[in-house]
């Protein structure tokens, strides 16, 4: 299994908190990703990483912030969580970026905001 | 229209049965394609990945592409109860992979 980890795997919060979510890898991969998975929406992509310092948007960006430190940590923020950022995020990472290597996932945190 | 179109089922084959799984994408910009597996409440893994035209054989798993018509399948052969899951079909194209929103699979011994 690719070495990615997720944290926290649970977690349920207040409406209007912040909440920071952890992805830790030990591939060494360039590319790291941030989704969530909802019903009915199947896996979006909120931001990802091309490298340490180097983020962009996906397509479900706002209200969520990203940084990537490290080659190995990339984290995901929701400055003031609202329920509709309930749902479970997966964290993946790949080589390259994406189009000829495939992406491969962290066990997910599923959040809930109340 | 969604990028990446998969019906969602559930597709139900008896145990060793060939179940087919099937997908279509709208981006003729996509160059690689994904299968992965999802069982409730875990992550997808990933079973396969093909880039040409025609079949790619691992195991009980096939993938099939067709460019020209922009459809991907998987069959799975010899299905098992373990088998049971979602299926996501993936698509890449440049600096972007574009999630289907699955198919489910039953698999009834």
């Known amino acids: 299994d690719a070495g990615i980890t997720q944290s926290p795997r649970h977690k349920v919060t207040e409406t209007g908190t912040p909440v920071t979510l952890r992805c830790h890898q030990t591939e060494n991969h360039r590319y790291m990703y941030w989704y969530r998975q909802d019903p009915g929406h199947g896996l979006r992509l909120i931001h990802y990483?091309?490298?340490?310092?180097?983020?962009d948007k996906g397509e479900v960006s706002d209200g969520y912030s990203v940084s990537r430190s490290k080659t190995e940590d990339f984290l995901l923020t929701l400055e003031s969580a609202t329920s509709s950022q309930t749902s479970v995020y997966f964290c993946?990472?790949?080589?390259?970026?994406?189009?000829?290597?495939?992406?491969?996932f962290g066990d997910g945190t599923r959040l809930s905001i109340l | 229209q969604k990028e990446v179109e998969q019906n969602s089922g559930p597709l139900s084959v008896p145990e060793g049965a060939i179940a087919s799984l099937n997908c279509t994408y709208s981006?003729?910009?996509?160059?690689?394609f994904f299968w992965y597996r999802q069982y409730s409440g875990k992550s997808p893994e990933l079973i396969m990945f093909i880039y040409s035209n025609g079949d790619k054989e691992d195991g009980r798993f096939t993938a099939q592409l067709n460019k020209a018509s922009q459809y991907v399948s998987l069959l799975i052969r010899d299905s098992q109860p373990s088998d049971s899951a979602t299926y996501l079909c993936a698509a890449g194209g440049y600096q972007k992979v574009t999630f289907g929103t699955g198919t489910k699979l039953q698999v009834i011994p």
């Open positions: 990483s091309y490298g340490v310092k180097d983020t």
């Open positions: 981006d003729r910009g996509s160059q690689s």
């Open positions: 993946a990472i790949s080589e390259s970026a994406g189009t000829d290597q495939p992406q491969h």
